[in-house]
């Protein structure tokens, strides 16, 4: 049976790494190599993990320790460089497995043909406290049957990487992660990783991994949140313009049902950029017309039909007002609601 090498990350995880591995020794598959990479810690990680495995791993290990913080693109290109295994698992330092998920994903991939480069499955998000773990949102089972490869890149269409294992030897013939990349990164990945052979589904309807959510700190939004909104919304249009090498959607060979979602996906972030950073906003809309010159807001059809007659920010605008008096009278209601 082939190995899988499982990749982790780690930057100043000392709070709950060990959570981590723990889910990792409850893996039903028995061939697993563990590669902790971590990247420049301030904390005790290093010292934590080391005796975490020393005490407990029953697997092969290691610990590459970088020094300095290069970010997890390059903490997970040198665990690849480290790699042995035929395919490779790449498991955030806080994050979780389903127990069977190894065991599932590899049974399929022992019997895939050497096209297939990834296999993915359903995901969720997650909360941990005290232990617990409640899943967060609904379950996220992309389907990229029929899509284009792009599509890696777009809404619930998108696997999440972790949430798969990669070939290693594909991995390595891509380059592996684009160390230029603070946002998107995983999903770029999985662009290139279609684009160079075939990405199949492992079915479940259980989540197979669980992305871990902390409720004291939003992932997106403004200053206090972990990634802020305009950079993320900047870098996904930077990424599908370079995916698409910068061509309109009339160049581009993509079905109808590709091109809406593009579209639905891009008018979310653009709505966002509205609300948030309205300079950022004319930026990402001046960017998102190389897809379609004439773009429009693609939902609801009475704003796109108005755009076309006063502009993407003047039916945006229209838009918001609509959407103002709900949020007031949620704000009131609210308020009303009695208090301990």
Request: charge should be neutral; hydrophobic fraction near 40%; charged fraction near 25%.
């Amino acid at each position: 049976m082939s190995v899988v090498s499982v990749v982790m990350p780690t930057y100043n995880s000392a709070k709950w790494v060990t959570e981590t591995i723990d889910n990792l020794l409850s893996q039903t598959y028995p061939h697993v190599e563990l590669i902790v990479v971590d990247d420049g810690s301030q904390d005790d990680t290093v010292s934590v993990v080391r005796q975490k495995l020393t005490d407990e791993f029953k697997h092969s290990w290691q610990i590459i320790e970088l020094g300095s913080n290069r970010g997890p693109s390059a903490a997970r290109n040198v665990g690849l460089r480290a790699a042995t295994g035929s395919w490779v698992q790449y498991l955030d330092s806080d994050d979780f497995m389903a127990p069977t998920k190894l065991e599932l994903q590899m049974a399929y991939c022992e019997q895939v043909s050497s096209e297939v480069s990834a296999v993915y499955s359903p995901w969720s998000q997650c909360y941990v406290d005290d232990g617990k773990i409640t899943l967060a949102g609904n379950l996220a089972q992309p389907d990229m049957v029929g899509k284009a490869p792009i599509m890696c890149l777009v809404s619930n269409h998108r696997p999440l990487h972790s949430a798969g294992i990669a070939r290693r030897s594909v991995l390595q013939q891509i380059g592996g992660h684009d160390e230029t990349l603070r946002f998107w990164e995983c999903e770029e990945l999985t662009f290139r990783l279609a684009k160079a052979g075939r990405l199949e589904c492992v079915p479940s309807e259980i989540p197979l991994y669980l992305w871990r959510q902390h409720r004291d700190r939003a992932y997106l939004g403004g200053e206090e949140a972990r990634y802020q909104t305009t950079p993320v919304a900047l870098s996904w249009i930077e990424q599908m313009l370079k995916g698409l090498d910068h061509k309109s959607f009339d160049e581009l060979d993509l079905s109808s049902a590709d091109r809406r979602d593009i579209l639905y996906y891009s008018a979310d972030w653009a709505r966002t950029l509205f609300r948030e950073d309205r300079t950022a906003f004319r930026k990402y809309v001046a960017m998102a017309r190389q897809l379609d010159p004439n773009l429009t807001p693609a939902y609801p059809k009475l704003i796109s039909i108005v755009s076309r007659h006063i502009g993407y920010e003047g039916a945006e605008a229209i838009a918001y007002l609509g959407r103002a008096p709900r949020a007031l009278a949620r704000r009131l209601l609210q308020g009303l609601r009695p208090r301990n």
